[in-house]
């Protein structure tokens, strides 16, 4: 049986405040960022930008740099200070042994 709990993943966004300079979408280990009205692919699904008017990142992909780097290298880039760090609840699936 699964039951459904909520976690918090804290992750990163990009805001307004982005000016479109491409530095975050080249240097991204994890090929996470994509420019706004992109649409991107995820596990074979194709799923609609979430944005349109500046770059994003896609929170699936995304794995902050953790054990690559120390800090995110979009963080570390970007000339705007346009990527925060947010914290989200999401949906946790776990098994019950019911």
């Known amino acids: 049986?699964?039951?459904?709990?909520?976690?918090?993943?804290?992750?990163?966004?990009?805001?307004?405040?982005?000016?479109?300079?491409?530095?975050?979408?080249?240097?991204?280990?994890?090929?996470?960022?994509?420019?706004?009205?992109?649409?991107?692919?995820?596990?074979n699904i194709k799923h609609k930008a979430p944005v349109k008017e500046h770059y994003y990142i896609v929170t699936e992909k995304?794995?902050?740099?953790k054990g690559v780097y120390e800090e995110p290298e979009c963080v570390s880039i970007c000339p705007m200070d346009a990527i925060k760090e947010i914290e989200i609840k999401t949906k946790k699936k776990e098994v019950s042994n019911v």
């Not at 405040?17 to 420019?35: E, F, G, L, S, V």
């Open 62 to 65: 995304c794995n902050s740099c």
């Open 1 to 43: 049986m699964f039951s459904d709990s909520l976690q918090n993943l804290v992750t990163l966004l990009i805001t307004e405040d982005c000016i479109n300079c491409k530095a975050c979408d080249t240097i991204c280990p994890a090929n996470a960022i994509y420019p706004g009205g992109k649409d991107y692919t995820l596990k």
